[in-house]
């Protein structure tokens, strides 16, 4: 069942505050950072954010986070200054004994994770909370004002930069043409929705030189008449598995759907349900690795803030594919063409096939996790039990990746060559932003 926003504080404050009056135990505790990110997570999700703009908000809150922790820590640490396309020299102003470093980093996140593309104010609750449990513990006027400052200033100097991403110029952009094409992508049921972000390719990525780096070879040649051609074993392939799904598979399609608005329809009644989206998902795993690993504070903002950074550059590079192709959906070909009354397991979501956004943003994500924790780091996903699902357990994060990339193809959403390429490109995003990004010394 998923924690109350006070419930959440209570059982952190327990954790880290048992038999001790001292402020630092509460704010210090990596678990409350994780939790930041949670709370983050929920408002995205409760705003319908898509995938690729929620990628957005967790990647700019979590550099404005790690700033806080770079300038504090320029021995470990190294500033993003310089590192990330247009953004110059973060000026953090003197740290001066007052300030909390760990608070300062935590209001940073806030205040950048709910100005990027929401409204100020939608974690206020959330942000008064913690601190009103840190001044019960001890912390000062003095001390929250001075964290306050610090936190605030390399805050608007991450906002001033985020404006300059293109995301405002993209909400005015020209909206996508369907087209009654033969392979083209056409909207799907029960929503029928628009093509959602068709200019998401012209966001300014962080890493990445330009969308289309790795640009893959073109998706087979759509035909469905001829039955020995590739297309056609593709299409057959995926109705064969969707029609005989075992338990197991069935699990691997729901607990990898981070379906963030799904339309349910009974009868004459329609109503939406919410949960994480695959960026979200994969906070989500940060938080967890970090609690195995024992990681400190700033490992793991650094943990956050790296993933993220693989995620947003990823969905760029993904959106580039797809838009440029505009391939069909399972469902739609096999609709038309096979069997009228086929359902994917999984609700299709409003994009162009080709190639699988879900699948590129996992193995990127896994490159960024897997230089941060290692190689061979098992580890138990719970994120889903909030929704119902039972968790999974990796034996690594390239393995959870791997698994991600049949999920899709079990849910009857990609075909499996998409889903193959898919894991290709995010791997080399990933290994991109790795191998770019100077950040702990």
Not at 248 to 257: G, L, P, R, V
């Amino acid at each position: 069942m998923k924690k109350t926003l006070l419930g959440l504080i209570v059982v952190l404050c327990v954790i880290s505050c048992k038999n001790s009056n001292d402020y630092k135990a509460f704010l210090h505790n990596p678990a409350l950072f994780s939790a930041t990110v949670h709370e983050l997570n929920t408002v995205v999700m409760g705003n319908n954010f898509p995938p690729m703009v929620a990628s957005r908000n967790y990647a700019y809150a979590a550099i404005a986070a790690y700033e806080v922790i770079a300038a504090a820590y320029p021995q470990q640490y190294q500033s993003l200054g310089g590192q990330l396309n247009g953004l110059k020299q973060v000026h953090a102003p003197a740290i001066t004994p007052e300030v909390d470093i760990e608070l300062a980093a935590l209001l940073a996140y806030i205040k950048v994770g709910e100005a990027v593309t929401f409204p100020e104010g939608s974690m206020q609750l959330y942000s008064d909370s913690i601190v009103q449990v840190a001044k019960d513990k001890g912390l000062s006027d003095k001390i929250e004002k001075a964290s306050r400052f610090f936190a605030d200033s390399i805050g608007r100097e991450i906002i001033r930069w985020s404006k300059k991403d293109n995301y405002l110029e993209t909400r005015g952009a020209e909206k996508y043409t369907v087209k009654d094409i033969p392979g083209r992508w056409v909207p799907t049921p029960p929503m029928y929705a628009s093509a959602a972000e068709p200019h998401w390719m012209e966001i300014r990525p962080m890493v990445i030189d330009s969308a289309g780096i790795f640009e893959p070879a073109p998706p087979p040649v759509f035909n469905i008449t001829d039955k020995s051609s590739k297309y056609y074993s593709e299409v057959l392939a995926i109705k064969n598995a969707i029609d005989s799904l075992t338990p197991d598979q069935k699990h691997m399609a729901e607990f990898w759907d981070d379906n963030p608005f799904k339309m349910n329809v009974t009868g004459h009644v329609m109503y939406g349900s919410k949960k994480f989206s695959p960026p979200g998902h994969w906070m989500s795993v940060v938080g967890i690795a970090a609690q195995k690993a024992n990681a400190d504070y700033a490992t793991t903002v650094y943990a956050t803030t790296k993933t993220a950074i693989a995620l947003f550059d990823a969905f760029i590079e993904c959106w580039y594919v797809k838009y440029k192709y505009n391939t069909v959906r399972p469902e739609t070909v096999i609709n038309k063409y096979i069997d009228i009354n086929w359902r994917p397991y999984l609700q299709t979501p409003a994009f162009p096939e080709y190639t699988c956004g879900h699948s590129t943003i996992s193995s990127s994500a896994a490159e960024a996790l897997t230089s941060v924790f290692g190689e061979n780091f098992a580890y138990t996903d719970s994120t889903e039990l909030e929704f119902g699902i039972k968790s999974r357990s990796f034996k690594s994060f390239k393995h959870a990746a791997d698994e991600n990339n049949w999920a899709r193809f079990y849910g009857g959403l990609h075909f499996h060559n998409s889903c193959v390429v898919s894991t290709n490109i995010g791997q080399k995003v990933g290994q991109l932003v790795v191998d770019r990004l100077k950040m702990k010394k």
